[in-house]
């Protein structure tokens, strides 16, 4: 399966400022995805990373907010825009190979905004 | 919209106590079915998956999982449990068509096995 490194692990805001989050995969990757896990929930996708075309936003994300980049097919970005302690959350970077029908997830970004 | 259940928020099992954590889905057409394990302060971590084939599905660490269509179920099961499995299971359903591709997952049953 493929190795994911996302960084930062953790970080502690203050809100009205912005955060990127990176995500790195060791080989190329059909699909990249974006979730958020916010605490005591499960998962839920923000946004599928489309690799040289506009990220696909699921119901309730918007571009303005989470902005994000996949300039190729190993790596992404995801942006945490003007933040507010309800963007507090775990953010994660998930990957599905071609022909693989299993997601391996990174390690997620621990985010605190006061 | 699709949706994933899973039946209990908290189970609390003695050491070698069987395990039975259940998962049903609402999308009635081709669907692949995961179960994820969060140990506590650690990452997502596949635990076992089905695409086709035999409905009796086993992963790691000795977990099993049967695949019944009929009832749209997905149930994650253990014989016997150890305090090692002290974790959060997340059951998923991937939705697949037209080359897109959607993970949904479950609220995820915390499990904590007492020594």
Excluded at chain 2, 32 to 43: R, S
Aim: aromatic share 12%.
């Amino acid at each position: 399966s493929a190795v994911i490194s996302q960084k930062p692990s953790r970080d502690i805001c203050q809100r009205g400022t912005s955060l990127t989050i990176q995500c790195q995969v060791d080989s190329q990757v059909t699909m990249m995805f974006w979730y958020r896990q916010q605490p005591g929930q499960s998962l839920t996708l923000i946004a599928t990373a489309n690799q040289g075309s506009e990220a696909t936003y699921e119901s309730g994300f918007v571009i303005d907010k989470f902005p994000i980049s996949r300039p190729n097919l190993t790596f992404s970005t995801l942006t945490v825009s003007n933040m507010s302690p309800e963007d507090s959350s775990i953010y994660l970077c998930s990957v599905l190979r071609q022909g693989a029908y299993g997601y391996t997830f990174g390690s997620g970004t621990r985010l605190t905004v006061v | 919209a699709q949706s994933v259940s899973q039946h209990n928020h908290h189970v609390i099992l003695s050491e070698a106590a069987s395990l039975e954590l259940g998962c049903n889905y609402s999308y009635g057409g081709t669907v692949n079915l995961f179960w994820y394990v969060q140990y506590p302060g650690q990452h997502l971590q596949l635990l076992l998956k089905y695409f086709s084939g035999d409905p009796l599905v086993k992963g790691i660490k000795g977990f099993e999982a049967e695949f019944i269509k009929s009832k749209f179920s997905f149930n994650l099961r253990k014989p016997s449990v150890q305090w090692s499995d002290t974790a959060e299971y997340f059951c998923a359903v991937l939705y697949s068509g037209a080359g897109s591709y959607q993970l949904t997952f479950g609220k995820g049953t915390k499990l904590s096995v007492i020594p």
